[in-house]
């Protein structure tokens, strides 16, 4: 099965018009909220690390003089419980020789995800000389010398781990997630409910159209049908009434010129047999043109023979071949009649527009098909422009009638070909 747009039902197109987008915008909500939590993550991170370093250094510099280390682990195990973040402080001497050092339980994180913040450990002091330089104390109303010495007497060295604070933003990006999957699960239930409701309509449409349409074909076969069988009726009235009554005429001309002597009376019962004669053979003309009496006794392949040789007798310039395979004389009459109706115009158009030299019909009867073939070496036309034409309007007609088809390929100063197939029983 190939996967391919034009395969896609009107609702599947619909669904992928809609989920395409939505789908497009969680992508991008859950990559724009995933990395935003581990923005914050970092963020937190650079924020608490040098200020927890900062604190417990200005913090350790008592318990640093006074080695009093017990007290001072038990603030660095404190804080280690306070904050989960923290993975481990150690504190170091002036020489960074370890003095104190405390880790949490031991986590997930790589070394490489890990934070070191340092602080340094400083040592103030005070002092006041109560001499002045020459060696002499200072007076009331004088006050002594005083000033500050710094020293840097250890570090404190604070390893931050993002797994606790990864656990909590991943908590937090889970409700995110699953309140983004709720309404991406809420649109898609409504474009569904409009995909099914816009494809109902135009389901709904389309089958109007369609019935639209073989109503008109019905119509157009009727129409057809009737008019076949106005000019059969026609046919019949010309051959049985105004043939006979002809050649009654005909005949009493000739009576009256054989018992006429010479002189006037015979030579006008000579013009009236002339005229009768003429009337006649132009009333089977046209009887033949209304309804072609080969088409009975032939079958198509003879009617359009006939017909070609008509055209061929008429010295229009153009040479007609036909080439027929199969058996034609069971065909039914409404495909046949339509057939000998859609060449009779092909070939009318190629005498009076196409100015070609040579044009052949083939017809064939193939896997339950009549197909034809009209085609000439004419001057072509452009089908987009004469797609309007009376004449190619019948014959598509004629054609979507019986549920066939035509396709016409034509181009100017390339002939024309037109190629059609009907289903027959």
Known sequence: ?????????????????????????????????????????REEMAERGPLVAKVLADSSEFSLVSRRYDDLKLTINGLLRADPSIQR????????????????????????????????????????????PDGTPYQKDRPAASGMTVETMGYVRVTMSPSALLLKQTRRFYVELMVGCLGLLACVLLAWQLAKGLDASLQASMRALREADDEKRRLISKVNTAVEDERQSIA????????????????????????????????????????????????????????PEVLDMLGL???????????????????????????????????????????????????????????????????GELRMQISDNGAGFDPAQAS??????????????????????SRLSAGTRINIAMPIR
């Open 388 to 409: 309007s034409g009376i004449g190619l309007v019948g014959m598509r007609e004629r054609v979507y009638a019986l549920n066939g088809r035509i396709a016409i390929d």
């Open 301 to 367: 392949d003879g009617a359009v023979e006939e017909m070609m040789r008509h055209y061929d007798s008429a010295r229009s310039g153009c040479r007609f071949d036909l080439q027929a395979q199969g058996d034609f004389s069971k065909m039914e009459a409404g495909v046949a009649i339509s057939a000998y109706r859609i060449v009779q115009e092909a070939l009318s158009n190629i005498v009076k527009h196409a100015r070609a030299t040579q044009s052949s019909v083939q017809l064939s009867l193939e896997e």
């Open 89 to 132: 402080i150690e504190v170091l001497d002036a020489q960074r020789r370890e003095l104190v050092q405390a880790a949490a339980r031991a986590g997930s994180a790589s070394s490489q995800e890990l934070r070191y913040d340092e602080a340094p450990v400083l040592k103030r002091l005070m002092w006041v000389s109560m001499l002045a």
């Open 236 to 291: 019949l009235e010309i051959h049985d009434e105004l043939n006979a009554t002809l050649i009654a005429v005909r005949l009493e001309a000739q009576r009256i010129a054989a018992i006429s002597p010479e002189g006037e009376a015979r030579d006008k019962a000579q013009s009236i047999i002339k005229l009768a004669l003429g009337l006649y053979n132009s009333g089977r003309a046209l009887v033949r043109r209304l309804r």
């Open 1 to 41: 099965m190939r996967w391919h747009w034009r395969h896609w039902s009107v609702r599947t197109r619909l669904m992928a018009m809609t989920a395409l987008p939505l789908a497009y915008l969680f992508c991008t909500f859950v990559w724009y909220a995933y990395q935003s939590r581990l923005s914050e993550v």
